[in-house]
Structures are given as C-alpha cells and as structure tokens.
C-alpha cells in the first residue's frame, strides 16, 4: 500500500437522511477506483460501508464506517454516517476527523429531518460542504424540486455545479458547469463518463448555470472581481483555485448529481473531492489542554509531518476476532508500525502493532501514517474513543463532541443465571464502541437500566448481545423513582418498652416534624436539654428515623424533604441502649407521618420536540394529554420546537409513539428537571399498585 503525505489526503464524511444513497454512493466510487472488485448494494449486504449483521439485517446504517480510494495521486478517505434518526448522532463524531462533508439528499424526498441534523453538526464544526443528489435514477426524481428544497433549507450559496442529461430511469449523464462538459454513462457499467460536448438542448441552461459560478467566486475575491469585469468571465486558472478557497471560506456550497446503484457521476465526485475539497493539511489548528499534571498551557498542533506524533481515537469495534479496533486520526506527525505512544487520558503507553487502514470491514496492513491520514490498530490495552495519544514530550488532549442525553431508558434483566453472569461484560464492550449507550444500577428501585436514543436503539444493543455475547435479556418500562414528603406539621411520640427476663429494652422519644422546600431532603434537628436522653443515643433516634423514611410511609418510596425535631424523651439506666432509641425513633417517624399529609412526588422531565410545522397541533395535544406543562414554542425552518415539562411516567414509551404521530420526522430530548406533587387520582392507583405488590390489603377507601 503506497504511503500519503496529508497534502494528498482528503478525508470526507458522508452525511444525511435514512435511505438517501449515501452507502451506495461510496460503493460506487470505491468501484470507480478500482478499490472494489464490484458495485456493491445495500440490500444484498454487498456494499463495503454496510456490513455489520444488524445493519444488513434492518437495512440501514448503525454507525459509523471507514473506506478508502486512491484517486490521481490522492488517498480519499470516506466515513460512511448513518442517515436514521436515532444514529445520526454518529455524524458529529465524524465531524472532528474529516475537512468537508458531502450531504447526500434524497433526488425524491429532497431536504429531510437528518439532513437538517447534520447539517446543524457541520455548521458547529465549520465545515465546508458539499451536496449531491443521490438516486436521480429514480421514477420521480426531480433535480429542481430537489435543489429548490436544498436552497429553501440552507440559503443562496447552494449553487448547482452540473446539470442532469436525461432524468429518472433515462438518466444518461452530467454536464460539468465549471469546465463546460459532458458525460455519458453506460447504467451500472465501469463509472468513467465518455467526455461529450454538451448537447444542444442543454447549452443555454450549462451556459447559465457557468455564469452564476463565476459570479460568486469573483464576488469574494477583489482580484477575481477585476478580472471578471475586464474580460467577462474568469478563466480556468483562476477560478480553480478560487472555488477551492470559496468553499474553505463557506461562501459556496456547490451541488452535484449521482445515482449510486446505477454508477452514474462517481468519478465527477471523485474528480471534485480530489481538486476542491481541502487537503488533510489544511485542517485548521487542533486546539487541546494538554494531559492532567503536566501543568503547562493549553497545546496547539498543526497537521504536519514536522510535529511530534498525536493521535486522537474517535471509534472503538470490539470484533470476536482481532479484539478491540481503534480507529483513529493522526493530527501531528508519523506514526509507525511497531511505535509506542502514550496515552495522555488514561496515563499509560500503547504499542501500535500491526497498523492498518480500514477498507469497511477489512484491515489493510500499512508502515506508516502521516500527519492528516486516518488509519486502525487492533488490541490497544487501554485506550477507548475519545483518547488522545501521542509523543510522551508534547502532551495534548483533544475534545470530544459533545453528544446529547439518552432519550429513552429501559428496565433490563437477564433471562437466566447463566445470562445474569455474561451481562456486565456483553454491555461494557458494546459501551466501548457506542458512546449513546448507558448502563446503571437505580439505586432507588434496585434495577438494571439502559438507556439509549430510542427504542430501535436498545433493539439493536439486546440483539448484539444475543448475538455477539449469547446473552439473552428481557426488557421492561423502568419503575418510576416516585418519592414521598410531607405537606402538614405533625408532633410524635415514639416509646419503645419490652421486657423478657434480665435486661429489657427501653426507648422514648418526642419529635415535631415539618416540610422542607423541595431539595431540602432531610434535617435532624437535637433540641434536648437536661438530658432528657442521654447524648450517646440522640444519633440512635436519627438513625432510626432515616431508616423507616427510606422504606416509605404511603407507598414504600424514601420520604423526602422533611425536618424532625427531637425536643424531648426518657430512658431507663439499666434498660436503655441504641437499639431500644433507634426503634422508637421509627415508631415516633411512623405516627408523625399519619399526621403531617403524606403525600407521592413524581419526577418531572425537562422535554424539547422537534418536529415540521405541520404536525405541531398534535404534539401540543398529546402533550396535553400527558399532564405536560407547556413552556415555550419557537419555529426555526419549517420545524416547531416545543419545550414542555412532563412527568416521567407519561413518557416511558413517547419515542414510538413520537415517531408514529410525526412519521419518522420528529426527535426529542428529555431530562431529569424536579420533582412534584402527584396528583390525588394518580397517587391512590400508584399507592393502590405499591400496596398490592407487596401482597397488603387494600381498603375500600384507597381503592
């Protein structure tokens, strides 16, 4: 394998909606270089980018993936996105490592919820970016309507660099706007279009369409500006490298046209990654701090050979085979085979044997890297995504996006003791490689979680774990942590007395007890004076007072936000001790709560929606359904965001459901906000449940 120098890297994310072509485009490209010995398809799990079990199994990418071609002296590197709503968080883990993104629209469905996702990712990175309409093979394909819904979303810098020749299933080729040419193509042949003249037919739109790229390069550049005015139009030599610097400035976004399965305009892509799409050099400054205790400032590298080696890993596989799988970029200097590295996150050193680059699923053994390249290692012993390493001298550490909440959580539990054994182990290796997934303990309520971005997420994490793990679980709807407080005042005697022969038992207690204000969680308060219980057993009355509220009063949920003053008592000087006080401090919890107004607290989610316009009424209505508190809307480009606070019981199962109401085009984030009072309805059946559960007998009244 020939080794690249960064100013002949380019390094590419393929971004955009489910099912917009972006898999397919890369196969074809891979084909067109010669990288693949044939054009590879999604559906048939040919495709080079798509080859995990699950994704050819559920049709659709699940996260990110690695390919490369080698094209006019060019080493191109392409991370393959997923385009679904519930793994598009998986773009912006790409945005650190590449120069530009290509947003791949749909040539029917034009601009879609993930393309706008994205698209917000590229603008916090400051990408240049580049569109292609995928699938313009396709009955009713339209590149009008298309590019019209791209410039509707994303502003007049979307400017079209081709024009089709044919359209949907008689789609013959492209016209080349910037150098005034055309190409045909053979449908699913080699991909390398026959240079034509432009047809007859095309010539004034092709002539249009070359004048608006002139004028927007020319408009950004005084020299091109003069030149333009002076001649009437700017010449190749020029306006090359002024659509390169254009894009680099954001000032352009040009549009080109592809059918993937048909191998249509790939080399064109290929052509155009080459020449304008910035080298791996011109990546701006990787800004980090450097590594903990190094005590120095923060550390600036800059893509070049001539720096001390970093590396930043920003994807893990756990593959049964080769063990774990780095994948990572090289921000500074070389890195070779066989080198030691240290890792500044985790304070340990590497050794990079048997160094690769990945082409989808397989490794290609290379010697070296150089600063701007991407490439994999397997078995690194402590190192996980995220990790910066580098030469031991220079330490840095990069930043790594920062992704959204989980959305959704889930009881989980084994099916078996033997499941029950593999678990643990299963999740955390699929942890390494998914940064969305969450795995804890609720303390509260005793059970396993796991929490993702939706509920196909946590399909997809209990099928690997079948899979990869033969470990089988079940999942349930988490129980709600509901609390217990206080709303009243309440005055208790607690007096504990038995006697069985020798020493007996003797403890009693006073105590007032009032509510506190929400977060106040627990207050002891000693008011004794003249010894009315000796000082060594007041922490005995407090003790047992904790332990009787963290087994609930209504419905055996910890009692919260509550004060207990202990202001009197008597004890007995052969009889008394801590135990005796400890249980008269629960009996004393016990009747005070009978009098203080005990009353359910619920947590209330902090929720923002995120949906089209048009289905706006609905979510506001089923919000409302959901005893939701509305706190604001605001409209950005087409989409209503709702800010809503919910209770968490109304939205263990919203993610379907969302999804159902919106088609697919709706997302929403939640979290943790307060606690409140449950409603009298709500709490009786809550109250009714709890007791039940625990086999009690429940009176008329309560039920």
Known sequence: MKVYEGKNVRNVALVGHADAGKSELVAAMLYTAGATPQLGQVDSGTAPTHYDDEEIARGMSISNSLAFAEWKNCKINFVDTPGFNMFVHEAKIAMPVVEAVITVVDGVSGVEVSTEKAWSYAEEYEMPRVFIGGRMDRERADAERMLSSITEAFGRAVIPFQVLIGSEKNLKGVVDLVRMKGYLYEMGGNGKGKEIDIPEHLKAAAKAGHEKIVEIIAEGDDALMEEFFEKGTVPDEHLLP???????????????????????????????????????????????????????????????????????????????????????????????????????????????????????????????????????????????????????????????????????????????????????????????????????????????????????????????????????????????????????????????????????????????????????????????????????????????????????????????????????????????????????????????MEQAKPTLLEPIMKVEITAPDEFAGSIMGDLNSRRGRIQGMDNKAGKTIVKAEVPMAEMLTYGAELTSMTQGRGSYTMEMDHYDYVPALQQEKIVAAAKAARGEQVDEEEE
């Open 242 to 592: 002024g659509i390169h610097k254009a894009m680099l400035e954001h000032r352009i976004y040009p549009v080109l046209y592809t059918s993937g399965l048909g191998n249509i305009g790939a080399d064109r892509v290929l052509d155009f990654i080459q020449e304008f799409v910035p080298e791996a050099t011109e990546h701006p400054e990787v800004k980090g701090a450097p590594s903990t205790g190094n005590g120095s400032g923060p550390a600036v590298h800059h893509v070049t050979d001539s720096e001390p080696a970093s590396v930043y890993v920003f994807k893990t596989l756990n593959d049964p085979f080769s063990g774990r799988i780095s994948y990572f970029k090289v921000f500074s200097g070389v890195v070779k085979n066989d080198g030691t590295l240290q890792n500044f996150t985790r304070s340990s050193s590497e050794k990079f044997a048997h160094l690769s680059i990945a082409q989808g699923k397989q490794q290609v053994p290379v010697n070296e890297l150089h600063a701007g390249d991407i490439g994999c290692v397997a078995k690194l012993r402590d190192t996980l995504t995220g990790d910066t390493l580098g030469d031991k001298n220079s330490p840095i550490q990069y930043p790594h996006p920062t992704l959204p909440e989980p959305a959704i959580t889930f009881a989980i539990e084994p099916k078996s003791r033997a499941d029950e054994d593999k678990l643990s182990n299963g999740i955390h290796k699929l942890m390494e490689e998914d940064p969305m997934l969450r795995f804890f303990r609720d303390e509260q309520t005793k059970e396993f979680l796991i929490a993702g971005t939706g509920q196909q997420h946590i399909e997809v994490v209990v099928s690997k774990l079948k899979k990869r793990y033969h470990t089988e679980v079940n999942l349930k709807a988490p129980k709600v942590p509901y609390r217990e407080t206080i709303r009243g005042r309440a005055d208790a005697h607690g007096r504990h007395k038995k006697q069985s022969g020798g020493h007996g038992q003797f403890g009693d207690c006073k105590i007032k007890m009032e509510p506190l204000q929400r977060g106040g969680n627990f207050e002891f308060v000693n008011d004794i004076f003249g010894g009315a219980i000796p000082k060594n057993f007041i922490p005995a009355v407090e003790k047992g007072i904790v332990e009787a509220a963290a087994r609930g009063y209504l419905a055996g949920f910890p009692v919260v936000d509550f004060k207990v003053i202990l202001y009197d008592g008597s004890y007995h000087d052969v009889d008394s001790n801590e135990l005796s006080f400890k249980t008269a401090g629960r009996i004393a919890f016990k009747k005070a």
